[in-house]
Nanobody, 120 residues
Framework: QVTLEESGGGLVQPGGSLRLSCAASGSILSINVMGWYRQAQGKERELVANIISGGSIEYADSVKGRFTISRDNSKNTVVLQMNSLKPEDTAVFYC??????????????WGQGTVVTVSS
């Protein structure tokens, strides 16, 4: 009913940049939360950044000053601009959304993940 499609992952050298995009589609009335999590090998999935409802933004301490999250005008796409990337940023990044569907159910939806590798 609701799908998140992620793009923008890849291989980048330390200090480089990547832009991740996530587009929500399907039977959506509104989107309450959109954001990004990541999971590195051997570690738990952790929040990277969220945009909540009217525009409140939350960042993990480890990415503050380097990553920027934003929405487009349609309110169904979220972008994560990642600058000054470090090897410890290497992970599978997952888009996440809390969506009010057209059947009036609140859904928590995950994307399939996009791989970010920061290495020389």
């Amino acid at each position: 009913q609701v799908t998140l499609e992620e793009s923008g992952g890849g291989l980048v050298q330390p200090g480089g940049s990547l832009r991740l995009s996530c587009a929500a589609s399907g039977s959506i009335l509104s989107i309450n939360v959109m954001g990004w999590y990541r999971q590195a090998q051997g570690k738990e999935r952790e929040l990277v950044a969220n945009i909540i409802s009217g525009g409140s933004i939350e960042y993990a301490d480890s990415v503050k000053g380097r990553f920027t999250i934003s929405r487009d005008n349609s309110k169904n796409t979220v972008v994560l601009q990642m600058n000054s990337l470090k090897p410890e940023d290497t992970a599978v990044f997952y888009c996440y959304a809390v969506v009010l569907a057209t059947n009036y159910r609140t859904l928590r939806v995950w994307g399939q993940g996009t791989v970010v590798t920061v290495s020389s």
